[in-house]
C-alpha cells in the first residue's frame, strides 16, 4: 500500500500535465479550421443576427417600408440595380440601404432642426441635401472601385481564356477553371453567372445579366463580342484573343487619359500650396535687403 500512494501521486500529475497541454494546444488553435464552409456562414449570419440592435438602429427598420412604399417602385428598381453594379457590399440590399437612408435623414434632420433654432440657415440647408448625398455617394465609390478592378482584370483573363479554350477545353469547363485563377469583383461575377448557368439560364441572358451588373466597359464589349461571335459562328478562341487586345488598348487608354487628369491636378495642387509661401519669402527678403522703411512711403 505504500508504494501505491507515490504511483497515484505520479499518475495524476502526469494526467495533470497531459491535460494542461492539451488544453493550452486547444486554446491556442483555430476554432474554424475544421469547420465546413457552409457551417462557418450559418454561424456567422447567426452572430449577424444575435448582435445588439441600438434604439436608431429599431427605428430605422420600423419606417425602412414606409420609405420604399413613398419612393415608389421605379426608383426602389434604381437603387437595386446600383446596389447590383456596386457588387452588394457588405450584403447590402435595399431594405438595408432604406435603412441606411432613413438613419441618416434622422440624424441629419436633427443636426437642421438645431441650426435652425440657431439661425443657421444655410448649414440647415447643406444638412438636408446632404440626407440622400452620402449615402449614395458611398455606393457611387464602391461601384467606380469595383468597375476599375473588373476593367484591369479583364485583358488577362481574355487571354488565360482564349488559350485555355485554344487547347480544346469546352467554354464552360474553361470559364470554370480560369475565373479560380482569380480574385476579386471579376471571380464574383463570373462565379454568379457560372451558377446562373447551372441552374438553367439561358447563356444569352446569362451573360447579358453579368453585363448589367459590372458597369464595365471592357465587360461590355466582351459580352457583346461573345454573344456577337457565338450568333455568327466564328471561332471562339480567335475571338476572344481579339477581345483581350482589344480589352488591353482601351484600359491603356484609360490609364492615359487618368494620367492627363492627374497633371492637372498635381499643378494645381504644387501652385496652392508651394507659390504663396515663396513669394512670401522673396517679398521679405527683398524688404530686409533693401532696408526701406515702408511707413515713411505710405505715409
Known amino acids: 500500500m505504500a508504494g501505491l500512494v507515490p504511483l497515484a501521486v505520479g499518475l495524476l500529475v502526469t494526467g495533470c500535465f497531459v491535460v494542461f497541454v492539451l488544453g493550452w494546444r486547444m486554446a491556442r488553435a483555430d476554432t474554424l479550421e475544421n469547420w465546413d464552409v457552409a457551417d462557418i456562414a450559418l454561424l456567422r449570419d447567426q452572430n449577424r443576427r444575435k448582435r445588439q440592435v441600438g434604439p436608431l438602429d429599431r427605428l430605422a427598420r420600423r419606417f425602412a417600408p414606409q420609405l420604399g412604399m413613398l419612393l415608389g417602385p421605379r426608383i426602389t428598381g434604381n437603387i437595386r440595380h446600383r446596389i447590383d453594379m456596386a457588387g452588394r457590399p457588405e450584403g447590402m440590399t435595399v431594405d438595408s440601404f432604406l435603412q ?6 434622422m440624424l441629419f434632420g436633427a443636426a437642421a432642426l438645431a441650426f435652425l433654432l440657431l439661425g443657421n440657415y444655410l448649414s440647415a440647408v447643406i444638412a438636408l441635401v446632404a440626407t440622400p448625398i452620402l449615402p449614395f455617394s458611398r455606393l457611387s465609390g464602391q461601384q467606380r472601385k469595383r468597375s476599375e478592378a473588373i476593367d484591369n482584370d479583364l485583358p488577362d483573363f481574355l487571354d488565360v481564356l482564349a488559350v485555355t479554350v485554344g487547347a480544346g477545353i469546352g467554354f464552360r469547363s474553361a470559364l470554370d477553371r480560369v475565373s479560380t485563377r482569380f480574385e476579386g469583383p471579376l471571380r464574383n461575377e463570373l462565379a ?18 453579368l453585363r448589367n451588373r459590372s458597369n464595365s466597359d471592357a465587360m461590355a464589349s466582351f459580352v457583346s463580342a461573345f454573344l456577337q461571335a457565338e450568333e455568327l459562328g466564328a471561332p471562339l478562341g480567335e475571338t476572344l484573343s481579339g477581345i483581350a487586345r482589344d480589352s488591353r488598348r482601351e484600359a491603356a487608354q484609360r490609364a492615359r487619359q487618368k494620367a492627363a487628369r492627374t497633371v492637372p491636378r498635381v499643378t494645381l495642387l504644387v501652385s496652392m500650396l508651394m507659390v504663396p509661401p515663396v513669394l512670401l519669402i522673396i517679398a521679405v527678403g527683398l524688404y530686409l535687403g533693401t532696408g526701406v522703411d515702408v511707413g515713411s512711403i505710405l505715409g
Open 192 to 209: 454568379f453567372t457560372l451558377h446562373q448557368l447551372d441552374v438553367g439560364v439561358p447563356r444569352r441572358q446569362a451573360f447579358t445579366n
Open 100 to 105: 441606411l437612408l432613413v438613419k441618416y435623414a
